[in-house]
């Protein structure tokens, strides 16, 4: 049996419905046909020059990104520009593009879950439920023994193996805390309505940084690509199951996500 890129919608709107999507989101096909066959996938948070190269040199028909690169309407597509040139070269090297966002976020085994997974946790509430109670944004975690944040921020080191800023004192026991992958700052104020006063996410702008310092509420900071990253293998362990129940065997593969930032922390002598 061969595999088209229908399919693969199909398989996505099964596993994350696109009902849940953001209003303002752009979910689904970008770039390619419905009726194009797969005859290799790479799953990615981002696409990026590498990610299309990558993938046109492995075969790897089919991009599924969880960031859209089409997200607003274009009012052109110019090769001279960033978007353009990476929208000609999709074309231009006959691969597809699927982007599956929000509602990836939103599903009980989505992006926040794959996290805590991975810290060998477990989440309990969403932070922000939808109407339909099965769905939501964010996680809460309750821990069974407290700790020191300065030992869940160097869990969440070891986990990502890349840079963490923290908003508050390193010495505070915390029972509980909430992540919230990608930019979910403004997960603040339901969390505190919890009595949780801490919140591992991504792009926490200095006032909210400012506003948490102040009112003795943690930051745990981390790169926004690398705390979605996780969701991956969730995804592409889910395909394998589809395509063994079909008989397909094509290859997927993933490809990480590195952080755009470098971080430099000087000491001044005064
Ligand atoms: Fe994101």
């Given at each position: 049996m061969s595999l088209y890129v229908k399919d693969i919608c199909k398989f996505l709107e099964n596993i994350a419905?696109?009902?849940?999507?953001?209003?303002?989101d752009n979910n689904g096909?970008?770039?390619?046909?419905?009726f194009n066959p797969v005859f290799g996938i790479l799953l990615t948070i981002d696409v990026s020059k590498d990610v299309i190269s990558y993938a046109s040199e492995k075969n790897l028909n089919l991009i599924i990104s969880h960031?859209?690169?089409?997200?607003k309407p274009l009012s052109n597509i110019i090769q001279d520009e960033y978007k353009g040139k990476l929208i000609y070269s999709i074309i231009k090297k006959n691969l597809n593009l699927i982007s599956w966002h929000t509602p990836l976020d939103k599903i009980s085994d989505g992006v926040s879950e794959a996290f805590i997974k991975a810290l060998n946790l477990e989440g309990s509430d969403f932070i922000l439920k939808e109407k339909n109670e099965n769905f939501g944004l964010g996680r809460v975690v309750y821990l069974k023994k407290s700790i020191k944040l300065k030992d869940l921020v160097e869990k969440i080191k070891n986990l990502i193996n890349n840079w963490v800023m923290v908003v508050g004192d390193l010495e505070t026991e915390i029972d509980s805390f909430g992540f919230c992958g990608g930019?979910?700052?403004?997960l603040k104020d339901e969390l505190k309505k919890l009595r949780i006063n801490t919140l591992i996410t991504s792009d926490v702008k200095y006032h909210y940084a400012k506003e948490a310092h102040e009112e003795g509420f943690n930051f745990i900071i981390i790169d926004h690509g690398i705390s979605e990253s996780f969701v991956l293998p969730f995804l592409k362990l889910k395909i394998q199951e589809f395509l063994k129940t079909h008989n397909i065997n094509i290859p997927i593969e993933i490809l990480k996500n590195e952080s755009p930032y470098k971080i430099f922390v000087y000491k001044r002598e005064d």
């Open positions: 419905p696109l009902q849940l999507a953001e209003p303002q096909l970008q770039i390619g046909s419905f960031h859209p690169l089409i997200y930019s979910g700052a403004f």
